[in-house]
């Protein structure tokens, strides 16, 4: 099984297939032979060097790519082709398990198939050193920096520290993961039932209230807050846990 590595560069977890929109067709040796598994495996892994190399760096972090060709088949009895066109299947992308499809666009009969790929994204991340328990903050403690696999999961990789110390844990985590965005969460600033402060802000003033919060509230989120007189509003919680309301 074909394993490419490529130099290190920078990519996004979310390459599409307007990168690999002007791959070309591939001509096979020979004219219009009958086209081996071999042959779309070599074919498969010329066009996946080009499309990961020439996309559009939108990641800052540098990662090490490696894509792994899976075989088709062996049982497949394709008709003779001249030219094959790789593709990325609709609702595919390079990341992670997933295939590619190969077609005959010219010659006797036309046939496709998929091929499956697997590409890993290797750079750092924060990787916990103990299991973390669901509501408990992270401190700088909890992870160290080491090389992941950022593809293996198709949640985003927390890159940097400022993003995860001192968020809680949004379920129970065990050493040895690479912390990823829907691991954690922002600290609750109050509880439901708590008291709130309420600022009301519209074109350059300000005004200030108080309400009693219906559901607990974290910084961004937006809840729900019952004032002294009754009246129900929405607002977001900001940092220091007042409720900003937009009028």
């Given at each position: 099984m074909?394993?490419?590595?490529?130099?290190?560069?920078?990519?996004?977890?979310?390459?599409?297939?307007?990168?690999?929109?002007?791959?070309?067709?591939?001509?096979?040796?020979?004219?219009?032979?009958?086209?081996?598994?071999?042959?779309?495996?070599?074919?498969?892994?010329?066009?996946?060097?080009?499309a990961?190399?020439?996309?559009?760096?939108?990641?800052?972090?540098?990662?090490?790519?490696?894509?792994?060709?899976?075989?088709?088949?062996?049982?497949?009895?394709?008709?003779?082709?001249?030219?094959?066109?790789?593709?990325?299947?609709?609702?595919?992308?390079?990341?992670?398990?997933?295939?590619?499809?190969?077609?005959?666009?010219?010659?006797?009969?036309?046939?496709?198939?998929?091929?499956?790929?697997?590409?890993?994204?290797?750079?750092?991340?924060?990787?916990?050193?103990?299991?973390?328990?669901?509501?408990?903050?992270?401190?700088?403690?909890?992870?160290?920096?080491?090389?992941v696999?950022?593809?293996?999961?198709?949640?985003?990789?927390?890159?940097?520290p400022?993003?995860?110390?001192?968020?809680?844990?949004?379920?129970?985590?065990?050493?040895?993961?690479?912390?990823?965005?829907?691991?954690?969460?922002?600290?609750?600033?109050?509880?439901?039932?708590?008291?709130?402060?309420?600022?009301?802000?519209?074109?350059?003033?300000?005004?200030?209230?108080?309400?009693?919060?219906?559901?607990?509230?974290?910084?961004?989120?937006?809840?729900?807050?019952?004032?002294?007189?009754?009246?129900?509003?929405?607002?977001?919680?900001?940092?220091?846990g007042?409720v900003?309301?937009?009028?």
């Amino acid at each position: 099984m074909p394993h490419l590595v490529f130099a290190t560069l920078a990519v996004s977890s979310q390459l599409t297939r307007a990168v690999v929109r002007a791959a070309v067709c591939v001509l096979v040796s020979g004219g219009a032979a009958a086209v081996s598994a071999q042959d779309l495996t070599e074919i498969s892994s010329q066009w996946l060097q080009g499309a990961l190399s020439n996309q559009t760096a939108t990641q800052t972090m540098p990662l090490r790519m490696e894509v792994q060709v899976g075989r088709l088949d062996p049982r497949l009895n394709l008709a003779p082709c001249q030219r094959v066109e790789p593709y990325l299947p609709s609702g595919s992308k390079l990341w992670g398990r997933t295939r590619i499809g190969m077609r005959c666009v010219e010659g006797e009969r036309p046939w496709n198939v998929f091929l499956p790929v697997t590409i890993k994204a290797l750079g750092p991340a924060w990787v916990l050193t103990s299991n973390v328990s669901m509501g408990e903050q992270l401190t700088n403690e909890h992870a160290m920096e080491s090389e992941v696999d950022w593809a293996e999961s198709p949640h985003s990789i927390i890159a940097m520290p400022d993003d995860w110390v001192g968020q809680t844990a949004a379920r129970n985590l065990t050493a040895g993961m690479a912390l990823r965005q829907t691991m954690v969460k922002a600290p609750q600033l109050f509880k439901p039932g708590t008291g709130v402060k309420v600022l009301a802000q519209g074109g350059g003033f300000t005004v200030t209230s108080s309400g009693k919060a219906l559901e607990g509230g974290s910084a961004g989120q937006t809840v729900r807050v019952r004032m002294d007189n009754g009246r129900t509003v929405t607002g977001t919680v900001n940092q220091q846990g007042d409720v900003v309301v937009a009028q």
